[in-house]
């Protein structure tokens, strides 16, 4: 099937470390995107990518880090440095023509133990 | 960031009513999205709106794109019990890398 694969769908880290969350996208896609979603409220953009390895901070990028080495993926790294982490963290991408809606994964919801 | 301004909140529904909610930006979008949100899952694109003015019907959820390109609707018409979840709009701009901007939802519930 065609779509956008995350994982872990579930992920706890212990206080100071650093874990890595996997997006895989197999439908040809240039443009990823990282979202984070705080309960009961809206996504907020965490990282976003038009092309292969090239990627711009959004509006929340501070404790993240993100790689592009492949068309098809791009992990999200929460490093310690991030201090509110506990969060629902979505994926998206977008292919084709300017315009073109994004289109999202399941997510991985992450819980500080 | 900026969040779009999504009303109402959180609204009751009885099987067979007709809702509607909307959103504001006070910044223009090319493009207006809606998605819909179940508990624990992705958002998962309804209908995608690209002109100004444009009204599109995705099935009993109708969509506009506000003349002003700073604000749309949502209906859904003759709602049923799985119409439950998170609605969300989100406006799209490509001259900002076509980055989302969301609102901060609607929570459709079913009247007890």
């Known amino acids: 099937d065609g779509g956008i694969t995350q994982s872990p769908k579930y992920l706890f880290r212990k206080e100071g470390q650093n874990v890595t969350l996997s997006c895989e996208q197999n439908?040809?896609?240039?443009?990823m995107y990282w979202y984070r979603q705080d309960p009961g409220q809206g996504l907020r953009l965490i990282y976003y990518?038009?092309?292969?390895?090239?990627?711009q901070k959004g509006d929340i990028a501070e404790g993240y880090s993100v790689s592009r080495e492949k068309k098809e993926s791009f992990p999200l790294t929460v490093t310690s440095a991030q201090k509110n982490p506990t969060a629902f963290y979505l994926c998206?991408?977008?292919?084709?023509?300017?315009?073109?809606?994004?289109?999202f994964g399941d997510g991985t919801r992450l819980s500080i133990l | 960031g900026q969040q779009l301004n999504q009303s109402p909140q959180s609204m009751f529904i009885q099987e067979g009513e007709d809702v509607s909610m909307n959103c504001t930006s006070s910044s223009i979008f090319n493009t207006w999205l809606w998605y819909k949100q179940d508990p624990g899952e992705g958002p998962v694109l309804l209908i995608a709106l690209y002109k100004a003015g444009e009204l599109t019907s995705n099935g009993r959820l109708t969509a506009q794109f506000g003349i002003t390109r700073k604000d749309s609707f949502l209906n859904i018409s003759a709602s049923i019990p799985s119409d439950v979840g998170i609605y969300f709009c989100?406006?799209?701009?490509?001259?900002?890398?076509?980055?989302?901007?969301f609102g901060g939802g609607t929570r459709v519930l079913v009247k007890p």
């Open positions: 998206a991408s977008r292919g084709g023509d300017q315009g073109q809606p994004q289109h």
């Open positions: 439908l040809n896609h240039d443009a």
């Open positions: 989100a406006g799209q701009l490509s001259a900002a890398g076509n980055k989302l901007t």
């Open positions: 990518s038009q092309i292969v390895n090239d990627f």
